[in-house]
């Protein structure tokens, strides 16, 4: 991904992936490779992107990044079907 962002300017990163599963499962009827998948997606997936934008910020001494949550970190209490999905955005 370096690479492919190598000698760009940019000054403004916008995290706001997510994906959950096709639909709404308790916690243990969740399949451990779509699990896996919205944890790899949500959580890898931002952390990659910003690893790679974040040194040429430092660099320039400037840049923003914007990490976008989710409402269901805070509704998941009361609705428990999506639990993997707010953990990963909360």
Excluded at 10 to 20: A, C, E, K, S, Y
Excluded at 30 to 42: A, F, L, P, R, S
């Amino acid at each position: 991904m370096e690479m492919t962002i190598e000698g760009l300017d940019i000054g403004v990163l916008i995290n706001n992936v997510g994906v959950t599963y096709p639909g709404a499962m308790f916690f243990h009827e969740v399949d451990e490779n779509i699990w896996k998948n919205v944890v790899k997606i949500n959580l890898e997936g931002t952390n990659l992107v910003t690893m790679a934008v974040l040194p040429g910020m430092i660099r320039r001494r400037k840049g923003v990044i914007v990490n976008m949550g989710s409402g269901a970190s805070i509704v998941v209490p009361s609705h428990p079907l999506y639990s993997i999905y707010a953990a990963t955005k909360a």
